[in-house]
């Protein structure tokens, strides 16, 4: 079952990959209906690949708890680290996909000591964090349902989220199913670090 699904993420992101981004810059010949840009309003509606990740970060450090909330999410009472990994991307029409595997509790003393090495949430849900042009409301963050994630920490979240629009500088989290707090973010730590 596992195979299915993984063979399946990297065949959608592969064919998102290789579809065109946009247009020829260089031609300039006639491309039917546009708008007073020169956009093409048919190539607008095409979804499009907004956001690709291989790499997360686990909640750790300063962004434990609510003092260091990422645009407004906060951070799980206990860190986190993604043991395997976590991989996925985000397209413009707000399809969200999230392959998580190894999503447990660190080895630090915050964390009870039988929690260690595990997941305790019966599900993990995925959020997207983005930048608006609404001066009333700047930040909005859209919430998938919740999908099964197993004590070993392993979920795949494949969601169809309603986006702002724009969507300027997203961001990717894995959320607890049963609260909105986060537990892996998109970024990277160094293994040095």
């Known amino acids: 079952m596992r195979r299915i699904i993984a063979t399946g993420f990297a065949l959608t992101l592969a064919a998102l990959l290789s579809a065109p981004a946009t247009a020829d810059m260089g031609d300039h010949g006639d491309h039917g209906d546009r708008g007073d840009h020169g956009k093409d309003k048919h190539h607008d509606r095409e979804p499009r690949l907004m956001l690709a990740f291989r790499s997360m970060y686990g909640v750790d450090g300063p962004f434990i708890g609510d003092a260091n909330a990422i645009r407004g999410i906060p951070g799980d009472e206990a860190p986190w680290e993604i043991a395997r ?11 969200l996909v999230i392959s998580v595997r190894g999503l447990v509790f660190k080895n630090d003393p915050l964390v009870p000591p039988d929690l260690v090495g595990k997941n305790d949430e019966t599900a993990f849900r995925g959020a997207v964090s983005c930048l608006t042009e609404d001066p009333a409301n700047p930040t909005m ?53």
């Open 85 to 95: 990994s976590v991989k996925g991307f985000l397209s413009t029409d707000g399809h």
């Open 141 to 193: 963050n859209v919430i998938s349902d919740g999908s099964p994630a197993d004590a070993d920490g392993n979920s795949f979240i494949d969601a169809r989220l309603t986006l702002p629009n724009p969507c300027v500088a997203p961001i990717v989290f894995v959320l607890a199913g049963s609260e909105d707090k986060w537990f892996s973010v998109t970024g990277f730590e160094s293994a040095g670090n």
